[in-house]
């Protein structure tokens, strides 16, 4: 399983990436605005940064602009992965640059019957998002189940499950369960994955036997 993080908060980036367990970046205009940087060379920092895919979203709706925008963003860093809307504009500028061999991550995925498309438009990664689905009462991760079923019947889908919108550690424990390739998560919900009570009680016990020992390893 992949672990992208979801932020354009550089010492974040930095920090997570320096536990060698980062394998990508989401960023998205939301993240950008919060961020305040210029968005074009907060995009190269981070791929200087991060070895794996670092998705950069167009700001456009329809093609031609969309297309344009994702040109230039492509030409940022080798990489870019370019983050297009699930729209009828946005599955054609998919196509078009999976066919140039640029990979594309296709957001705002609500449904399966829209990862389908996004599959058939040769994304490299498809967003579903569990957590705005959770906020309105629906089961995010039942998506998630359902494009794994769906994307394993097609073994020549090579679109990759990327779970966003993510808000606990339980999002990523059932996405690993279900096999989707890749997470996208806030960087506070990656480090609570470290967490448990025991591990701290566990540690504070030893620590403190250790000591009573006298000795010294080193
Ligand atoms: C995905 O790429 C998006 O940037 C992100 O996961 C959206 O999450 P949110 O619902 O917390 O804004």
């Known amino acids: 399983m992949k672990f992208f993080i979801d932020t354009a908060d550089i010492d974040d980036i930095r920090d997570l990436a320096s536990t ?6 989401t960023t998205n205009p939301s993240l950008i605005k919060k961020a305040g940087k210029d968005f074009i060379p907060l995009i190269a920092e981070i791929c200087d940064v991060v070895d ?11 093609f031609d602009t969309m297309l344009k925008e994702a040109h230039k963003l492509r030409a940022i860093a080798d990489n870019v ?42 994304a490299a990664f498809i967003s579903p998002f569990v ?31 990327l779970v966003a919108s993510i808000r606990s550690p339980m999002h990523i424990v059932e996405a690993a369960k279900m096999g989707a390739h890749v997470i996208t998560s806030p960087p506070d919900v990656i480090r609570k994955l470290y967490s448990h009570p025991l591990t701290d009680k566990g540690l504070a016990a030893f ?9 010294s390893i080193l």
């Open 20 to 25: 060698g367990l980062l394998d990508g970046v």
């Open 52 to 62: 794996g895919p670092v998705s950069a979203e167009v700001a456009a709706t329809d």
């Open 81 to 122: 992965a370019v983050k297009v809307p699930l729209t009828p504009d946005g599955l054609k500028v998919c196509k078009s640059l999976s066919d140039e061999g640029t990979q594309v991550n296709v957001t705002l995925c609500f449904s399966a019957a829209q990862a389908i498309l996004a599959a058939k438009a040769g």
């Open 131 to 161: 957590g705005r689905l959770d906020d309105i009462g629906a089961d995010g991760m039942h998506l998630i189940a359902e494009i794994c079923t769906i994307y394993d019947n097609y073994p020549d889908f090579d679109t990759e499950v």
């Open 207 to 215: 620590v403190e036997d250790w000591a009573k020992t006298g000795q």
